[in-house]
């Protein structure tokens, strides 16, 4: 008889792209979403959970810098009984849900509808250091307005919450640009309706970041040797042709005032593009009443990420304080969010334009920053421990945590094997908790429990004499019915 072969046992590993979150981690988040969620809230938007799965069709060819994003979402066919069936797929983004919800819902919603939507998103894309393929985004959007004083807003609302979160003003910058003057530039060349050549000069406008003005110049025209030594072929403008896209990029000048003027130079004669200097100089003049200057929010047509999905005015807040690489080199920190005006999303399943405007924060990033910034980050106090002496005194141990609970102090019993105190302890020290608390039979027939501040008796251990040891305890004994005042006692000395 064949020997019946085992099934293999599964490996225990993350699958590639994806990684788990711990306790402070998870918790960590969790406040900083509810810090956002508190500013928004603040500002009037109304929270919004929609379903993580959507039909490909509703999420259509939205993702932004993506050609083909069907591709980079996770995908699967939902057969019916006659083998026919939808496309469906986990969210890559919040809004293009946001987009078939307001469209199958827009008769009981309110007009502008200002909401936002907190959750993970899935891009199935190539993994690389700090880029996984599921992540947390942050949203909000006002959807139903075509009024400036919405993208403004959510500029000011973004630079609220930066602060919120523990960036300090002057470590943070949101500049804004607009689509339609960079149609107008496009129009300013000649391209005319050629997409073909409107598409090689939003690349190339979007390496604006790595290459420099010089490099925008030899990409337009001939072509250039990259870093690596490679040549990289040109659009084949002529110099005359690529004027205006270089005027664009570097019209930032010393007041707003001046960057509109270079602007309309940059823009000539068309009206799509004097269209978007106009809509920025409201953006402007509305968040200098709001007392937004441009130590906060700043008008800059360098910012280019992103022009190929927006319609209008187009923003990101980045991060100016320098940190060190993996190299140790100096560097800025960089962008923690996005967003822009958006148009044609929800025309999309109404036929009718819907003018809509939104941002997205990344949560990752920006939790990466305020570590950098020593905001948050350090070691997570753990619950107080009661250990168990006697296992058939189970219910007394019990009674004690419950009463500390009771009293708003985190609590927990041992539940391991407590045959070895030793190992109770290790438990408490693996769970970085503050508080042991320890009541044997002895203590129990004089009614008294014994109290070990972990936190004090770890730093004696490292760095005390023997003298200083005696002088400085770091266990107590107090009548059973002191256990929470001597508890919250000591927690409150490890917070001085």
């Known amino acids: 008889m064949a020997k019946v072969k085992k099934t293999p046992r599964p490996k225990a590993e993350t699958p590639k792209g994806f990684r788990d979150y711990f306790g402070a981690e998870v918790s960590e988040r969790a406040e900083m979403l509810s810090k956002i969620a508190g500013v928004y809230h603040h500002y009037g938007f109304e929270a919004l959970e929609s379903s ?230 409201q953006i402007a003049e509305l968040l200098a009443a709001g007392g937004y200057g441009a130590d906060r929010i700043e008008i800059d047509p360098s910012v280019v990420r992103g022009l190929g999905y927006y319609t209008g005015p187009v923003f990101e807040a980045e991060l100016t304080f320098e940190i060190f690489d993996e190299k140790g080199r100096k560097r800025q920190f960089g962008s923690v969010a996005g967003g822009g005006r958006y148009d044609d999303l929800v025309k999309r399943f109404t036929g009718q334009a819907v003018p809509a405007t939104g941002v997205s924060i990344g949560v990752d990033r920006l939790l990466a920053a305020l570590r950098e910034k020593g905001r948050i980050g350090g070691v997570a106090t753990g619950p107080v421990v009661v250990t168990v002496m006697d296992r058939d005194r189970m219910a007394d141990y019990q009674a004690m945590v419950a009463e500390l609970r009771n009293a708003g102090i985190r609590a927990e019993v041992y539940l391991g094997n407590p045959k070895n105190f030793g190992n109770q302890l290790k438990y408490a020290d693996k769970r970085n908790s503050p508080v042991a608390v320890i009541e044997g039979g002895d203590e129990k027939e004089r009614g008294v429990v014994q109290i070990k501040d972990l936190i004090l008796g770890a730093k004696i251990a490292q760095s005390a004499t023997l003298e200083e040891w005696k002088e400085r305890p770091s266990q107590f004994e107090v009548p059973r019915g002191d256990l929470v005042s001597k508890v919250r006692e000591i927690l409150q000395g490890q917070d001085d």
């Open 52 to 281: 993580a799965v959507e039909t490909v069709e509703a999420l259509g060819k939205f993702l932004p810098d993506v050609d083909r994003p069907n591709e980079g979402v996770f995908a699967w066919q939902e057969f019916d009984e006659n083998d026919k069936g939808d496309w469906l797929a986990l969210r890559y983004d919040l809004t293009a849900p946001l987009a078939r919800v307001y469209a199958q819902h827009r008769n009981d919603l309110p007009t502008p509808y200002r909401r936002f939507a907190m959750g993970p998103v899935w891009r199935n894309e190539k993994p690389g250091p700090g880029r996984f393929r599921q992540f947390y985004q942050c949203d909000a959007d006002t959807v139903g307005t075509a009024s400036m004083a919405a993208d403004a807003e959510i500029c000011a609302m973004l630079a609220d919450t930066l602060e919120t979160m523990g960036i300090p003003r002057g470590d943070y910058i949101v500049r804004v640009n607009n689509r339609k003057v960079l149609n107008g530039v496009l129009e300013a060349m000649g391209l005319g309706e050629d997409q073909a050549a409107r598409d090689n000069v939003l690349r190339t406008i979007d390496k604006f970041d790595k290459v420099g003005e010089q490099g925008v110049r030899e990409l337009l025209g001939k072509g250039r040797l990259d870093a690596s030594g490679a040549y990289i072929d040109g659009v084949g403008l002529s110099d005359e042709q690529a004027e205006p896209v270089v005027a664009f990029l570097t019209s930032k000048a010393d007041d707003p005032a001046g960057t509109f003027a270079n602007l309309r130079a940059a823009v000539g004669g068309s009206a799509i593009g004097a269209e978007g200097i106009n809509e920025l100089e």
